[in-house]
C-alpha cells in the first residue's frame, strides 16, 4: 500500500428536479432541464471542480432515471472532471446492466467514470423493476457483492440467493481504469455503515438536512467494521454529500434559501414509502438553524462556507465533499454562479488546507 498525500476534492451534484421557479410561476421542460444540468457539469470542470455527480431519480419531476447516460452527455464536452452517480439505487437495478453502463461511461470518458451506489431511500423505482423484498437488506448486500465482483473477474463465476448466477460469464465492455470505483452510499443508519464497512469500499454518506453531527454513528460503525474485517483504516476514504449555496454575501443565500430550498423540499422531498412529490412545508425558522454552525446546510458568503466545511471536516475526517446546488428552481445563471463561486473561491482554499498524508488503497 503506497503512501501519498490524498488530495481534499470538492464537486456539485444534482438530481435534476423540474420544479416550477417559486418568483415566477414558470416550469422548465425536461428538455431545458437536461440541457441545464449538461451545462452545469461544463461549467464545474470549467472553475476547477474535481466532480460532478448525478442522482438517479424515478418520478415525473425529476429527469434523472439514467445518470450514466446523462453524464455520458456531459463526458463529451469536458475532459477532465470525475463523473459519478449520487446515488445509484442498487436494489432496483441488474448489477451487471449497471456495470456496464458505467464501464461504457468510463470509456466515453476516457476513465473518469464512478458508481456511489446505495439502497435508495425514495423508493420510487421499487415499483417500476420488480417486487419489493422484504429483506431488503440481503438483496442489496448481494447485489453489492455482485458488482465488486465484476470490476475484478472477467469471465466470472458468481451464485447467490436473488438472481440467476453466473458462470464464466463474458461482461463487456471492460473499463478505462482498472477498478472502476464504487462507493457505498449511505443514510443515518449505522447497520448501513457498517456493512460497508465490513466490505471496505470508500463511504459517501449523506448529510443532508438536521444536525451536521447526525452522520456520526454511522462514520463510527463504518470504520469499526472495516478495522474487525482487517482493512487498513489509513486505506479507507469517505465522502460527504449535502445541501448547499454559496453566493457573494450571506444575505443573498439566507434570500435563495428561503425561497427556493424551502420550496424545493416541499415539491420535491422524498415521500418514504410512497410514491407522491409533495412534502409539507418548511419553517424558515427551520431552515435558518439548519443554515447555522450547528446545522447541516453548507450555505452562505465564501467565507462562510469554507468555515462550515472546516468544521464538518473536524467531524467527519471526509476527503471528498458533494454539494448539491439548486434545489427549488433555483434559475441556471444562479445555479451557475454557485457553481463558479464553489470552484474559484471556495475550493482553493480548502484543497490544500484539508489534503493530507495518507495512504492510498491500490
Known amino acids: 500500500m503506497a503512501v501519498q498525500t490524498v488530495t481534499f ?4 451534484h444534482t438530481s435534476g428536479e423540474i420544479t416550477s421557479d417559486p418568483r415566477t410561476g414558470r416550469l422548465p421542460s425536461a428538455q431545458q432541464r437536461m440541457r441545464d444540468t449538461i451545462e452545469q457539469g461544463v461549467v464545474a470542470e470549467q472553475v476547477g471542480l474535481d ?16 445518470p450514466a447516460v446523462l453524464l455520458s452527455a456531459v463526458a463529451a464536452r469536458t475532459s477532465t472532471i470525475r463523473l459519478t452517480s449520487a446515488v ?12 456496464q453502463d458505467f464501464a461504457t461511461l468510463d470509456l466515453v470518458s476516457g476513465g473518469r467514470a464512478e458508481i456511489i451506489a446505495g439502497t435508495g431511500s425514495p423508493q420510487d423505482s421499487f415499483p417500476l423493476f420488480g417486487p419489493y423484498l422484504d429483506d431488503h437488506a440481503a438483496l442489496f448486500a448481494e447485489e453489492l457483492d ?27 465492455p471492460r473499463p478505462v481504469q482498472d477498478l472502476l470505483p464504487v462507493h457505498v ?7 448501513a455503515g457498517a456493512r460497508a464497512g465490513r466490505l471496505g469500499p470508500p463511504l459517501a454518506q449523506g448529510v443532508l438536512l438536521g444536525r451536521v453531527d447526525t452522520g456520526l454513528g454511522v462514520l463510527e460503525a463504518y470504520r469499526a467494521a472495516a478495522a474487525e474485517a482487517g482493512h487498513d483504516p489509513a486505506g479507507l476514504h469517505t465522502t460527504v454529500l449535502g445541501h448547499g449555496y454559496p453566493a457573494s454575501t450571506s444575505q443573498q443565500t439566507r434570500q435563495a434559501m428561503h425561497t427556493h430550498l424551502a420550496h424545493g423540499l416541499q415539491e420535491n422531498g422524498p415521500v418514504r414509502g410512497g410514491t407522491g412529490a409533495s412534502g409539507s412545508a418548511v419553517e424558515r425558522s427551520c431552515l435558518d438553524v439548519q443554515a447555522s454552525a450547528a446545522g447541516a446546510l ?57 489534503s493530507v498524508a495518507g495512504a492510498l488503497a491500490g
Open 9 to 12: 476534492q470538492i464537486g456539485a
Open 51 to 66: 466532480v460532478f455527480g448525478v442522482g438517479e431519480r424515478h418520478r415525473g419531476d425529476f429527469l434523472t432515471s439514467s
Open 88 to 99: 445509484t439505487v442498487l436494489a432496483a437495478l441488474d448489477p451487471v446492466r449497471l456495470f
Open 146 to 172: 455482485l458488482l465488486l465482483a465484476l470490476r475484478e473477474e472477467d469471465p466470472i463465476t458468481w451464485c447467490g440467493r436473488f438472481r440467476t448466477p453466473l458462470h464464466e460469464a463474458d461482461v463487456a
Open 185 to 191: 452510499g449511505v443514510g443515518v443508519t449505522p447497520s
Open 298 to 354: 453548507v450555505v452562505g458568503s465564501p467565507q462562510q462556507v469554507i468555515d462550515e466545511v472546516m468544521a464538518q471536516h473536524e467531524l467527519y475526517g471526509h476527503d471528498r465533499l458533494l454539494v448539491h446546488l439548486g434545489l427549488g428552481g433555483l434559475p441556471q445563471r444562479e445555479h451557475l454562479a454557485a457553481i463558479e463561486l464553489l470552484g474559484a473561491e471556495v475550493a482553493p482554499v480548502l484543497s490544500p488546507e484539508l
